[in-house]
């Protein structure tokens, strides 16, 4: 690999996450089930977001698209909390978090040593506060513009434990994961 794999995670470190590491693809597990809870629309954003379901596309073409891709960085973020059900705490890391996400994929993009990259993040893309799919015109931001692992399939749970990671942090905390995938260019 072409890539400083323990740069990267060290940057990742350094840009606010909590754990991060480089993994192969193939270890990441894809299931439909994760794609039927979007279409249920149990996060309240089905048909809102150029990003999420149906705009981003059929499920099968989205996992095909994510196994194209060789490695990725998987990273958490960790947020305190006052009490377990504090809105305000929650809506501060959810900035944060994304922050952390956009900072790290700026910084993939900018890498001369990889391709395309793929970021995908928790819960469907928040940049805009109402989606240009919703006046039916094209998306604003489309290089910042970010999907969910789930709208890909992914087993976030089956990846942070097959890696090692705790998917809960603790009472009082808030997690979020990301991962951005991404192939080394050839040499």
């Given at each position: 690999?072409?890539?400083?794999?323990?740069?990267?995670?060290?940057?990742?470190?350094?840009?606010?996450?909590?754990?991060?590491?480089?993994?192969?693809?193939?270890?990441?597990?894809?299931?439909?089930?994760?794609?039927?809870?979007?279409?249920?629309?149990?996060?309240?954003?089905?048909?809102?977001?150029?990003?999420?379901?149906?705009?981003?596309?059929?499920?099968?073409?989205?996992?095909?698209?994510?196994?194209?891709?060789?490695?990725?960085?998987?990273?958490?973020?960790?947020?305190?909390?006052?009490?377990?059900?504090?809105?305000?705490g929650i809506e501060a890391a959810v900035l944060?978090?994304?922050?952390?996400?956009?900072?790290?994929?700026?910084?993939?993009?900018?890498?001369?040593?990889?391709?395309?990259?793929?970021?995908?993040?928790?819960?469907?893309?928040?940049?805009?506060?109402?989606?240009?799919?919703?006046?039916?015109?094209?998306?604003?931001?489309?290089?910042?513009?970010?999907?969910?692992?789930?709208?890909?399939?992914?087993?976030?749970?089956?990846?942070?434990?097959?890696?090692?990671?705790?998917?809960?942090?603790?009472?009082?905390?808030?997690?979020?994961?990301?991962?951005?995938?991404?192939?080394?260019?050839?040499?």
């Amino acid at each position: 690999m072409t890539t400083d794999n323990d740069n990267l995670v060290k940057a990742a470190i350094e840009l606010g996450a909590a754990r991060a590491v480089i993994v192969d693809t193939s270890r990441i597990e894809f299931h439909e089930e994760f794609r039927q809870a979007c279409e249920r629309n149990v996060c309240g954003k089905y048909a809102t977001s150029w990003m999420g379901p149906p705009a981003i596309g059929p499920i099968g073409e989205l996992m095909e698209r994510a196994r194209r891709y060789k490695n990725g960085l998987f990273f958490q973020t960790v947020h305190p909390l006052a009490r377990s059900f504090d809105m305000k705490g929650i809506e501060a890391a959810v900035l944060v978090y994304r922050q952390v996400l956009g900072k790290l994929v700026e910084m993939l993009r900018d890498s001369r040593s990889l391709g395309d990259v793929l970021p995908l993040g928790a819960g469907c893309c928040g940049i805009c506060l109402k989606c240009a799919f919703l006046d039916n015109e094209p998306c604003r931001h489309p290089d910042q513009a970010v999907s969910s692992l789930e709208a890909y399939g992914m087993d976030v749970m089956a990846l942070a434990k097959d890696l090692d990671m705790p998917y809960n942090s603790g009472p009082k905390t808030v997690s979020f994961f990301g991962l951005i995938l991404f192939n080394d260019e050839e040499a």
